[in-house]
Structures are given as structure tokens and as C-alpha cells.
């Protein structure tokens, strides 16, 4: 979250970055600091070193220019501080109590005070990419030198993210305004060493035990460094950047699972022509139907009634129109990236340092609406394309849509009943990505004596995005198993080479091909576990080349 305004000369006596950071006596690359560095600088950082953080337990170290900005915007900071005005953040109090100045003796206690005070979420913790993902937007925000901290303060968040240390933090607390201010207040808290955290090898423990088992001792917060912790959209950014990655992934995926029952139900491939895509320009559209062609190829099953014998007229909608709903999704998708890679090229706090003029300046650029308004609107489209692939799923289930396949899939219908429950399991995910769906962002609650009258809670919607992307992973993963078992009993017809190739990593995994029934969670459980690892989309693109 780094904006050009903090870039400057490296000069000589800067800190250098061959390590996480060497500012004060007591900084250095904390122990186990893991191999993969991702460097943070005054430029945004990318999705790639998100994930890498977050989900790989990549290092963290701060660049050159970032020591130099910090130098910059602290030097500011320090000479408002001895300044006889009162400045909001520096020498006054927050939010409703902004009115009082607070002497020099008392400054250090107001910054502890804040962090101690704003670290009440409650609820089930917080998953660790996510945190992690959190504290690393947190300090690109911070390595601008838009905020004023001290680099050595930086340094230790820094430290913090290398040892694997992850403060604990509560599902409940945030409104998205302000900043995520209570779940970043409890990664502040860490920093400080006291409240919870689970070290790298994920056990429970007093903050600082782990800071003192990674040879890192607490931070003492100076004037502003409370308040730069923890004034940021860092939470919510970092759930949107998480759901875009899944999603992109999960989106390609569902285009193999729709090819997969188009080939089973006897559909065809007629639709998705590129001229006929050409009349509608919409690049998801394009793309998704290019995936299903792609897939489709080479299918003798897709051959065996393509002559003039075939009497089928047009396919139904959740057939034919499956490029135009995956590629509405996917057309979200890239706006909600848009949208959070102008965030990550932000810096987020209140007030801002401006090095220009030497300003500090109250704003209101925490405001979580435009990162509300996209994680609302992926909801939406996640629900709805859950629900396209549960109507193929139930379509391949039912004799009178399925064009000759048994009842439910069934060995021997009636005795057995095959797929029946499963096709319920993804019904009533779809029904709860539906009430997912609802917005979170046209809410708001006033809060801080009417001071924050208007909140985005963009959290809440970041929350809820998390829960539709393992529901539709799991909806996906549920059409894929049901048309693998479909393409079996088409034999002696031969599916696509891709998409035999899904049937076969299925199978090799402990997902058996048709027969009397048995026990179906398990191989549910694979399948899922195959469509979010990505392999199901790895066996694919073996076969067809990379996808879109």
C-alpha cells in the first residue's frame, strides 16, 4: 500500500536491506527467518508477494527507499511533536476525545492506552493468511513514511511476519472504518508483547514468550505509532486479495466442470464458437467459452450425436449460457482486482504525513467503501454461478433432463440411490451463498459518541466473501465428481482427453467410479481438496496448455 510520493534518495548511513532490518540494537532477522524474502518498498506490493506471506510463510524485509521514507515522514512527525499547537494524533487524543492535549510525559502511555483499548474483538480467531496478509499491508502502508513511525517500529512488524509469529485475532470488532481497527490493534498488541499469538508452529502462547523465543524484544510505541498500527483498510484488503486469487482459479476450474457435464448430459459445443461469443463482447464471456472449446476437444462423446440424426435443438440455460454467467463472474472478478490494486498502491492512515510540505493531515481515506462495495459484489457473483453448477448437477441426476443415464446415477435405482444426497450437500451450500449475497455494505452503525456516523462494514463483507469461496469450492468440487461418474457410465463412449484426465486423478485419489453405494463423504472431501489445491486444474492444463 505504497504511493510514489514516499520515494527518495538512498543515502549514506540508511539501514541495510540485505536483512529484515537493522535499525535499532535490538532489530535484527529474527531467528528461523525463512529462505523466500519478499521485499516491501515505497511501491505497491503484488498479489504474488500477498500470497507469498500470507499462505507460503515467506520472510519479510523492508527496502532501502522504504528506511529512507520512514526517515522523512518521522522527522515530521518529531518536529510537530515539539510544536506548542496541538496536533490530532500526535499530541491530542483520538476519535471523540480529539479535543484534549496530552503533554509529552503522558504521550507514550496514549499510544499503548489506544492499542490496549481497540484490541476487544471477539469471536472465533481469524485465519492465519489472513493476519498474516493484514500485518504485511500494514507495513507497506507504513514503509511509505505517510504515517511518521519510526523505522525501527516498521522493523519489528517486519521481524514479526519472518518469525512465523501470528497474533491472535477475533472474528468480530471491525466496521471497516476507521480502519480495521480492532483486529489490527491486536496484531499492534503483539508487537507491543502482550496478548496472544501462535508461533510458527501454530501453538497458542503469550506474545511475549514467542517474541522472546524469536529473539525479538517489544516495541515501545512513541508519538503517532499507536494510531499508525492500526488506522488502516488492511484487514479487508487482505481478504480481497486472498478471495480474488481463489477465485480466478476457482472460476477456470467451474468452466472444466460445466465442459465436463455438457460432455455427460450429451450437450454440445456449438455455442460456444468464437463468432458467436464475438457478438457479445464481454472478455470473461470470451475467455470462458475459449475454456470450454479447449476442454471439449477431441470428445467422442461430443462426436457420437453431432450428425444429422441428432434431433437436440439447443442445449438449456445452464449448458448454453455457461460461458455467459462464468464470464459475468470473471468480468467482477477483474474490476474487484482493479479496485484492490489501486488499494495496494494507497496508504491508508489518519492523519497522513505529506512530505511535501511537511504536513499532517486529517482524512478520511480509511473509509472501507470502496473495498466494501466489491467484496459485496463478488458475493453475488459467487452465489450465482454456485448456482449454475448445482442446476447441471441435479440436471445429470434426473432421468427426464439426463438423456439416458440412470436415476440419480444409481447402480440399481431404487436400492441404491447413487448421487441423490450428495446434489442435496450442494444445495444447501448454494442456499447459503444466497444469504451470503446480501450486501454487508449498505449497512452502517454510528459509533464514537455520532463522530463516526457512516461506516462501510467492509469487514463483515470480507467475512462473509471468505465463507461463499470455500462454498463454492465445494459446490465446484461436487459437479465435478457427479459428471466424472456421468462420463463412466457414458462408456463405451470416450470422453475428451482433459477431461478423462479429471476422471482419472479422481479415481487414482479414492474416488471410485459407479457401483453399489458407499460411503460418499470421503470422496467428497478429495474432490474438494482437489479443486482448492488446484490439481483438478493441473490435470486439465497437462492436456490443453495453460487456460484463461
Not at 23 to 45: C, E, S
Not at 157 to 169: E, F, K, N, R, Y
Not at 501 to 511: N, T, Y
Request: glycine fraction near 10%; charged fraction near 20%; hydrophobic fraction near 45%.
Amino acid at each position: 500500500m505504497n504511493t510514489p510520493l514516499a520515494r527518495g534518495p538512498v543515502r549514506p548511513g540508511d539501514a541495510p536491506a540485505a536483512d529484515v532490518a537493522v535499525v535499532g540494537a535490538d532489530v535484527a532477522a529474527p531467528k528461523g527467518t525463512p529462505r523466500q524474502t519478499v521485499t516491501v518498498g515505497t511501491g505497491p506490493l503484488s498479489f504474488a508477494q500477498v500470497t507469498a506471506v500470507a499462505r507460503d510463510g515467506a520472510g519479510v524485509r523492508l527496502g532501502d527507499d522504504a528506511f529512507s521514507a520512514l526517515e522523512k515522514g518521522r522527522a515530521v512527525v518529531q518536529e510537530l511533536a515539539s510544536a506548542s499547537t496541538p496536533t490530532y494524533g500526535i499530541s491530542t487524543g483520538f476519535g471523540a476525545l480529539a479535543t484534549r492535549h496530552i503533554p509529552p510525559d503522558l504521550r507514550a502511555a496514549l499510544q499503548r492506552s489506544l492499542v490496549r483499548s481497540h484490541a476487544v474483538g471477539s469471536g472465533p480467531e481469524v485465519e492465519r493468511e489472513v493476519v498474516r496478509a493484514m500485518m504485511l499491508l500494514r507495513l507497506s502502508t507504513l514503509a511509505t513514511g505517510h504515517t511518521g513511525v519510526r523505522a525501527e517500529t516498521a522493523a519489528r512488524l517486519a521481524a514479526l511476519l519472518s518469525a512465523g509469529i501470528t497474533p491472535v485475532v477475533r472474528e468480530y470488532g471491525s466496521l471497516g472504518c476507521s480502519g480495521d481497527l480492532a483486529p489490527l490493534a491486536h496484531c499492534a498488541l503483539a508487537l507491543m508483547g502482550e496478548g496472544e499469538v501462535r508461533d510458527a508452529s501454530g501453538t497458542l502462547m503469550p506474545a511475549a514468550e514467542a517474541l522472546a523465543a524469536a529473539g525479538l524484544r517489544p516495541a515501545e510505541l512513541h508519538e503517532k505509532e499507536g494510531l499508525a498500527l492500526i488506522n488502516g483498510t488492511d484487514g479487508m484488503l487482505a481478504q480481497l486479495v486472498l478471495a480474488v486469487t481463489d477465485l480466478r482459479r476457482l472460476l477456470t476450474t467451474l468452466d472444466v466442470a460445466a465442459a465436463m457435464s455438457v460432455e455427460a448430459l450429451l450437450g454440445t459445443d456449438r455455442a460456444f464458437a468464437p463468432d458467436i461469443q464475438a457478438l457479445r463482447p464481454h472478455p470473461g464471456q470470451a475467455a470462458s467459452a475459449a475454456n470450454l472449446t479447449a476442454i471439449l476437444a477431441g470428445s467422442g462423446v461430443v462426436a457420437s450425436h453431432r450428425g444429422p440424426h441428432c434431433t437436440r435443438v439447443q442445449d438449456a440455460y445452464s449448458l448454453r449460457c455457461s460461458p455467459q454467467v462464468h464470464g459475468a463472474a470473471r468480468d467482477t472478478v477483474a474490476h474487484a482486482a482493479t479496485v484492490a490494486g489501486r488499494e495496494l498502491a494507497a496508504a491508508v492512515d489518519n492523519p497522513a504525513v505529506l512530505h511535501g510540505d511537511g504536513r499532517v493531515a486529517s482524512n478520511g481515506n480509511f473509509h472501507g467503501a470502496p473495498v466494501a462495495y466489491v467484496l459485496d459484489f463478488l458475493a453475488i457473483a459467487t452465489a450465482d454461478v454456485a448456482s449454475i453448477s448445482e442446476r447441471r448437477t441435479d440436471r445429470l441426476l434426473d432421468t427426464a433432463r439426463s438423456h439416458g443415464l440412470p436415476a440419480f446415477l444409481a447402480d440399481d435405482p431404487g436400492v441404491d440411490s447413487g448421487y441423490m444426497i450428495v446434489q442435496y450437500t450442494q444445495a444447501a451450500v448454494v442456499a447459503e451463498l444466497k444469504r451470503l449475497a446480501a450486501p454487508a455494505s449498505v449497512d452502517s452503525i454510528p459509533t464514537s459518541a455520532m463522530a463516526e456516523d457512516h461506516v462501510s462494514m467492509g469487514w463483515g463483507a470480507a467475512r462473509k466473501l471468505r465463507r461463499a469461496v470455500d462454498g463454492l469450492t465445494r459446490v465446484v468440487a461436487i459437479e465435478i465428481l457427479t459428471a466424472a461418474r456421468a462420463l463412466d457410465l457414458r462408456a463405451p463412449l470416450e470422453p475428451a482427453a482433459a477431461t478423462r484426465a479429471v476422471v482419472a486423478l479422481l479415481r487414482s485419489l479414492g474416488a471410485d467410479g459407479p457401483g453399489p453405494d458407499r460411503y460418499l463423504a470421503p470422496e467428497v472431501d478429495r474432490a474438494v481438496a482437489l479443486v482448492g489445491s488446484g490439481a483438478v486444474l493441473d490435470a486439465v492444463e497437462s492436456v490443453t496448455g495453460t487456460l484463461s
